[in-house]
């Protein structure tokens, strides 16, 4: 059903549209509405203000600032070695060099840092070989987001449309190429669909995590950014190389699964199976701090025979939770006190490594789309992201993609939009619920810690099957809210298992049992199942 005219005005332009309102989307804001007084950003956020992967950010951000203890050199090579040889060397260094610059600017906008009496209080996490995380306590997101929120509200060209949900992009086609121009959306209380007409649009949509049953993200993680380059024709890249985090609590109660911090293991936990022994030095030296990929197909082989629980026994109370207070206080509310017994915990979808393929400026294969932050594929995590590497990911790649639209930036130009808008219907929100249930639940068992070809198959299959049901649906209700997001949670699970098939290797996050030959870089680390 459409309907013409009346809501035709209520279609918006800006001159950067940024899509998201996490780590990446309000530093982009923040950079540009300073930048560019005169100039209008919209930012689109399909939840409430701070709801994002961000605001549960709880090790810190990996940067190099203690120059007699590290290096970047170190930060560089503990990178590549993580990221099991498939990483961008030239974006590595790049990251890693900017990080000290970036971090100052978040500091200039009010993000407090823990301090020690050496400077900055720095922490250590899997993989790192240096203390180098920045944190602010295990709440390192919600002080970030807290600050970003009160600094972009400082900025009058700066328009956030909370509870929007971004439905698809904008894509003018020309003789040479198509031109992102911007993107359709529906808020939480209309049931109209509306268009926002944008110069350059930037996606900084965040994770996948709710592709699977089991995970660290929040329900806004539905990889929608993903989704919607999909649609439009960009490039995705690497999507078979999704991070398990090793630590979430082993516990049914909620949809999402409360991490652990790796910062803890850094500060000195243990991983111990029922039987009380500690594991992990049977599978690397480096124990409890190897990297996560490592970390979790142990978690998930000693899984297989009996529960495995992170141990803080050992560790000096008072101190344990003056540095974990969020832990301590959410272990309590289940019931469990870290210092007195041990925590059980599983490994959950945490990170997706791959993404909409960018450049270094951020670009993506579309001209005038930009994608930043975690719904990005930059090439720095190769095949398994180290740890806390992701928020200083953002933050660089933020201002890479803030200096290229600089350059660009002219006066806005738009374009005629159809002028009629479709109306969403109201939809069958529990059979669309059921097809995200079974969708999430293949996912776990056949695309999760260990893969093998019939599995990925057998869950390419049900998804393929599942997308129709949602096209059935899709043509008897229309379009709505859930539709969008089961549509996107399909679209991403699909480019999981499709890359996934194609993996000829195992390297870093992606295993896949039916594979003999195995990454060349860290070969000696890798775990056999
Ligand atoms: P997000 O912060 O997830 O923001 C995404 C935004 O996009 C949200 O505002 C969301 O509402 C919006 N959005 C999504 N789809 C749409 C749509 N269709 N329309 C409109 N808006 C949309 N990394 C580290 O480096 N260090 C850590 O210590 C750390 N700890 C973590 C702990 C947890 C529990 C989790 C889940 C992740 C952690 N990570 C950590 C990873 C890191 O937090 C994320 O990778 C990073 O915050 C992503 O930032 P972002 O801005 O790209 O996306
Ligand atoms: C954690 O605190 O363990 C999460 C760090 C990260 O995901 O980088």
């Known amino acids: 059903m459409t309907k013409p005219g009346k809501e035709r005005n209520e279609n918006r332009h800006s001159d950067v549209l940024i899509i998201g309102a996490g780590i990446a989307g309000l530093c982009l804001g923040i950079k540009t509405a300073q930048r560019f007084p005169d100039k209008k950003i919209a930012i689109l956020s399909k939840d409430r203000p701070g709801e994002s992967n961000t605001q549960y950010a709880q090790g810190g951000i990996a940067v190099v600032t203690d120059l007699k203890n590290d290096s970047f050199q170190q930060h560089i090579s503990d990178t590549l070695l993580a990221g099991d040889g498939l990483c961008n060397e030239e974006v590595v260094r790049s990251v890693v060099k900017e990080g000290p610059e970036r971090l100052k600017e978040l500091i200039a906008w009010g993000t407090l840092f823990d301090k020690s009496s050496n400077g900055l209080d720095l922490g250590l996490e899997g993989g790192h070989s240096a203390h180098r995380i920045i944190h602010k306590k295990d709440k390192t997101g919600f002080h970030i987001i807290d600050s970003l929120l009160r600094m972009i509200a400082k900025f009058p060209n700066v328009e956030i449309l909370w509870n929007t949900l971004a439905v698809d992009l904008l894509i003018a086609e020309d003789k040479e190429n198509s031109r992102c121009i911007g993107s359709t959306f529906i808020s939480h209380d209309s049931r109209i669909i509306r268009s926002i007409q944008a110069s350059f649009t930037v996606l900084a949509t965040g994770g996948i995590g709710q592709v699977y049953s089991v995970t660290t993200n929040p329900k806004i993680a539905s990889g929608d950014g993903i989704a919607m380059a999909y649609r439009a024709g960009a490039k995705i890249r690497d999507m078979q190389f999704v991070q398990f985090h090793p630590t979430a609590i082993n516990s049914s109660q909620g949809d999402i699964t409360f991490l652990i911090s790796e910062a803890l293991r850094g500060f000195g936990a243990y991983l111990i199976t029922s039987d009380g022994n500690r594991f992990m030095f049977k599978y690397d030296k480096r124990g409890e701090m190897a990297p996560r990929d490592i970390v979790s197909r142990a978690i998930y082989k000693e899984s297989l025979h009996q529960l495995v629980y992170i141990d803080c026994r050992h560790l000096e109370k008072a101190e344990l939770i003056d540095h974990f207070p969020t832990i301590y206080q959410k272990c309590l509310s289940l019931g469990l006190d870290i210092t007195c017994e041990p925590v059980p915990v599983l490994p959950a979808a945490h990170y997706l490594c791959g993404g909409i393929d960018t450049n270094l400026c951020a670009q993506t294969s579309i001209n005038r789309l930009y994608a930043i932050g975690e719904c990005a594929r930059t090439g720095l995590h190769g095949a398994n992201r180290l740890a806390s590497n992701s928020l200083l990911e953002a933050l660089v790649f933020v201002h890479h993609c803030f200096q290229d639209i600089e350059t660009r930036m002219y006066h806005f130009v738009g374009t005629v939009l159809p002028s009629e808008m479709l109306i969403t219907h109201k939809s069958p929100s529990e059979k669309l619920f059921t097809i995200q249930s079974k969708l999430k639940l293949v996912m776990s068992q056949k695309a999760g810690i260990i893969r093998t070809n019939h599995g990925l198959k057998m869950g390419l299959d049900l998804v393929r099957r599942l997308s129709v049901e949602l096209e059935l649906i899709f043509l008897e209700f229309g379009i709505s ?39 060349n870089s860290i070969l000696k680390h890798h775990v056999k199942i």
């Open 481 to 519: 809210w859930i539709l969008c997001e089961t549509r996107n949670l399909l679209i991403v699970a699909n480019l999981i298992l499709e890359q996934s098939l194609d993996q000829k290797e195992n390297r870093g996050t992606f295993y896949n049992q039916d594979i003999q030959k195995v990454g």
